[in-house]
């Protein structure tokens, strides 16, 4: 199993960016697709998820209502659309796939390698 992401960059606050992690290996039409991120001298967080079967999404309280999760099939890929970046949003992302949800990153078995973002005030 591979995960690829990409898309991160240097935004000022207030600024969007749109994250991508492209899938393969496996089948993944039963797995859990989540998003966390981490800041320098801090743990890893949950940021975002989604079912790629039912489209369920979840989201940590912090970024509900700027950023939005989504998959394309298709394709394999998963995005994170992330509208009205602040400061406090600059860590490296990681995308991550397990065949039960969960909001703790230790729970999760496959990993991509970072994508840092980078929010300037």
């Known amino acids: 199993v591979q995960l690829q992401a990409s898309g991160g960059g240097l935004v000022q606050a207030g600024g969007s960016l749109r994250l991508s992690c492209a899938a393969s290996?496996?089948?993944?039409?039963?797995?859990?697709m989540a998003w966390f991120r981490q800041a320098p001298g801090k743990e890893r967080e949950f940021v975002a998820g989604?079912?790629?079967?039912?489209?369920?999404?979840y989201y940590a309280d912090s970024v509900k209502g700027r950023f939005t999760i989504s998959r394309d099939n298709p394709k394999n890929t998963v995005f994170l659309q992330m509208n009205s970046l602040k400061p406090g949003d600059t860590a490296t992302y990681y995308c991550?796939?397990?065949?039960?949800?969960?909001?703790?990153?230790?729970?999760?078995?496959?990993w991509g390698q970072g994508t840092q973002v980078t929010v300037s005030s």
């Open positions: 991550a796939a397990d065949s039960v949800f969960s909001r703790l990153a230790s729970r999760y078995d496959y």
């Open positions: 290996g496996r089948t993944f039409s039963r797995y859990y």
């Open positions: 989604i079912s790629w079967n039912t489209g369920n999404t």
